[in-house]
Protein backbone atom coordinates (compact mmCIF):
# COMPACT_ATOMS: atom_id res chain seq x y z
CA UNK A 1 0.00 0.00 0.00
CA UNK A 2 1.38 3.58 -0.85
CA UNK A 3 1.79 5.96 1.25
CA UNK A 4 -1.46 8.92 1.14
CA UNK A 5 -1.07 12.27 2.02
CA UNK A 6 -4.27 14.61 2.94
CA UNK A 7 -4.87 18.18 3.53
CA UNK A 8 -7.90 18.24 6.33
CA UNK A 9 -9.77 19.90 8.44
CA UNK A 10 -8.99 20.81 12.13
CA UNK A 11 -10.11 18.81 14.90
CA UNK A 12 -9.98 19.26 18.26
CA UNK A 13 -8.50 15.52 18.61
CA UNK A 14 -5.81 17.16 16.82
CA UNK A 15 -4.70 19.41 19.64
CA UNK A 16 -1.97 17.59 21.32
CA UNK A 17 -0.09 16.66 17.83
CA UNK A 18 -0.30 20.32 16.69
CA UNK A 19 0.93 21.61 20.27
CA UNK A 20 3.60 18.71 20.36
CA UNK A 21 4.89 19.28 16.85
CA UNK A 22 5.34 23.05 17.48
CA UNK A 23 7.31 22.33 20.76
CA UNK A 24 9.62 20.12 18.50
CA UNK A 25 10.19 23.56 16.33
CA UNK A 26 9.76 26.28 18.46
CA UNK A 27 13.57 27.64 17.93
CA UNK A 28 11.98 28.53 14.42
CA UNK A 29 8.66 29.88 15.57
CA UNK A 30 6.72 31.28 18.28
CA UNK A 31 5.87 29.72 21.18
CA UNK A 32 1.97 28.63 20.87
CA UNK A 33 -0.36 27.11 23.94
CA UNK A 34 -4.00 26.18 23.81
CA UNK A 35 -5.53 29.25 24.14
CA UNK A 36 -2.74 31.14 21.28
CA UNK A 37 -3.87 28.09 18.90
CA UNK A 38 -7.75 29.00 19.61
CA UNK A 39 -7.20 32.74 18.90
CA UNK A 40 -5.01 32.07 15.70
CA UNK A 41 -7.84 30.05 14.58
CA UNK A 42 -10.65 32.56 14.85
CA UNK A 43 -7.97 34.87 12.97
CA UNK A 44 -7.13 32.25 10.04
CA UNK A 45 -8.22 31.16 7.13
CA UNK A 46 -7.52 27.39 7.07
CA UNK A 47 -5.93 25.48 9.82
CA UNK A 48 -5.14 21.85 8.17
CA UNK A 49 -3.68 18.92 9.53
CA UNK A 50 -1.44 16.63 7.13
CA UNK A 51 -2.62 13.55 7.54
CA UNK A 52 -0.08 10.43 6.22
CA UNK A 53 -2.10 7.29 6.33
CA UNK A 54 -4.11 8.47 9.13
CA UNK A 55 -1.12 9.83 11.23
CA UNK A 56 -0.77 13.41 12.34
CA UNK A 57 2.10 14.01 10.47
CA UNK A 58 1.95 17.86 10.37
CA UNK A 59 0.01 21.14 10.21
CA UNK A 60 -0.60 24.10 8.22
CA UNK A 61 -2.28 27.90 9.67
CA UNK A 62 -2.50 30.55 7.21
CA UNK A 63 -4.26 33.81 7.16
CA UNK A 64 -5.61 35.85 4.16
CA UNK A 65 -5.37 40.03 3.75
CA UNK A 66 -7.83 41.50 5.62
CA UNK A 67 -7.52 39.31 8.92
CA UNK A 68 -7.13 40.64 12.38
CA UNK A 69 -3.87 38.37 12.97
CA UNK A 70 -1.59 40.24 15.40
CA UNK A 71 1.93 38.84 13.87
CA UNK A 72 4.80 41.54 12.86
CA UNK A 73 5.49 39.53 9.83
CA UNK A 74 1.66 39.33 8.58
CA UNK A 75 1.22 43.24 9.14
CA UNK A 76 4.20 43.71 7.11
CA UNK A 77 2.85 41.85 3.99
CA UNK A 78 -0.56 43.27 5.42
CA UNK A 79 1.23 47.08 4.24
CA UNK A 80 2.45 46.04 1.09
CA UNK A 81 0.62 43.66 -1.02
CA UNK A 82 -3.04 43.00 -2.09
CA UNK A 83 -4.74 39.82 -2.39
CA UNK A 84 -2.34 37.56 -0.70
CA UNK A 85 -2.28 34.22 1.20
CA UNK A 86 0.22 34.16 4.71
CA UNK A 87 1.72 30.97 5.48
CA UNK A 88 2.01 31.33 9.00
CA UNK A 89 3.16 27.89 9.96
CA UNK A 90 3.94 24.95 7.59
CA UNK A 91 5.07 22.14 10.53
CA UNK A 92 5.83 18.67 9.81
CA UNK A 93 7.01 16.10 12.60
CA UNK A 94 10.29 15.30 12.68
CA UNK A 95 9.62 11.07 12.31
CA UNK A 96 7.73 12.54 8.84
CA UNK A 97 10.18 15.01 7.73
CA UNK A 98 12.13 13.67 4.40
CA UNK A 99 8.74 12.29 2.71
CA UNK A 100 8.13 15.53 0.65
CA UNK A 101 5.17 16.03 2.65
CA UNK A 102 5.98 19.82 2.56
CA UNK A 103 5.94 20.49 -0.97
CA UNK A 104 2.99 18.53 -1.31
CA UNK A 105 0.76 21.10 0.78
CA UNK A 106 3.07 24.27 -1.31
CA UNK A 107 1.89 22.66 -4.08
CA UNK A 108 -1.89 22.30 -3.16
CA UNK A 109 -1.61 25.78 -1.84
CA UNK A 110 0.04 27.13 -4.96
CA UNK A 111 -2.65 25.20 -7.29
CA UNK A 112 -6.10 25.70 -5.25
CA UNK A 113 -8.76 24.12 -6.94
CA UNK A 114 -11.67 26.52 -6.35
CA UNK A 115 -15.65 25.83 -6.65
CA UNK A 116 -16.13 28.52 -9.43
CA UNK A 117 -18.64 31.58 -7.63
CA UNK A 118 -22.06 32.14 -8.69
CA UNK A 119 -21.97 34.41 -11.73
CA UNK A 120 -23.66 36.65 -9.75
CA UNK A 121 -21.22 37.26 -7.21
CA UNK A 122 -18.47 37.49 -9.84
CA UNK A 123 -16.64 40.31 -9.66
CA UNK A 124 -16.15 41.13 -13.79
CA UNK A 125 -13.89 44.11 -13.80
CA UNK A 126 -10.70 44.57 -14.95
CA UNK A 127 -9.07 45.54 -11.94
CA UNK A 128 -10.01 42.48 -9.93
CA UNK A 129 -8.77 40.08 -12.68
CA UNK A 130 -5.65 41.88 -13.26
CA UNK A 131 -4.46 41.80 -9.41
CA UNK A 132 -1.77 38.53 -8.54
CA UNK A 133 -2.56 36.38 -5.51
CA UNK A 134 0.46 35.71 -3.67
CA UNK A 135 1.71 33.23 -1.41
CA UNK A 136 3.87 35.14 1.65
CA UNK A 137 6.05 33.80 3.93
CA UNK A 138 8.75 34.38 6.42
CA UNK A 139 12.08 32.10 6.84
CA UNK A 140 14.55 32.85 9.66
CA UNK A 141 17.53 34.15 8.68
CA UNK A 142 19.04 34.68 12.62
CA UNK A 143 19.10 31.98 13.65
CA UNK A 144 19.47 30.72 10.10
CA UNK A 145 17.26 28.19 9.04
CA UNK A 146 18.72 26.79 5.99
CA UNK A 147 16.09 23.94 5.37
CA UNK A 148 13.37 26.38 5.30
CA UNK A 149 15.63 28.58 3.16
CA UNK A 150 16.28 26.16 0.52
CA UNK A 151 12.89 24.97 0.63
CA UNK A 152 11.52 28.29 -0.58
CA UNK A 153 14.00 28.84 -3.19
CA UNK A 154 12.96 25.63 -4.59
CA UNK A 155 9.28 26.53 -4.22
CA UNK A 156 10.10 30.06 -6.26
CA UNK A 157 9.88 32.71 -3.54
CA UNK A 158 11.95 35.38 -3.72
CA UNK A 159 12.77 37.50 -0.91
CA UNK A 160 11.51 41.42 -1.22
CA UNK A 161 12.74 42.97 2.56
CA UNK A 162 13.91 41.62 6.11
CA UNK A 163 13.12 42.81 9.21
CA UNK A 164 14.04 41.99 13.09
CA UNK A 165 11.32 40.10 14.76
CA UNK A 166 12.65 40.43 18.18
CA UNK A 167 14.72 39.15 20.97
CA UNK A 168 17.91 38.67 18.09
CA UNK A 169 15.33 37.03 15.58
CA UNK A 170 16.47 38.50 12.17
CA UNK A 171 13.62 36.89 9.16
CA UNK A 172 13.82 37.08 5.31
CA UNK A 173 10.11 38.08 4.19
CA UNK A 174 9.26 35.79 0.73
CA UNK A 175 6.83 36.00 -1.82
CA UNK A 176 5.30 34.09 -4.67
CA UNK A 177 2.53 34.74 -7.21
CA UNK A 178 0.01 32.17 -7.82
Do not use: C
Amino acid sequence: MSAKLTLRAYQSADLDSVLRINEESVHFLAPMDEARLQLMMAWSARVRIADYNGAVAGFLITFEDGSDYDSLNYRWFAEHLKRFVYIDRIVIDQSYRGKGIGQQIYSLLANPTPAPAPAADRDTSSAAGSQPLWLAAEIDIEPRNDNSLAFHQLQGFVEVATQSAGQGKQVSLRIKSI
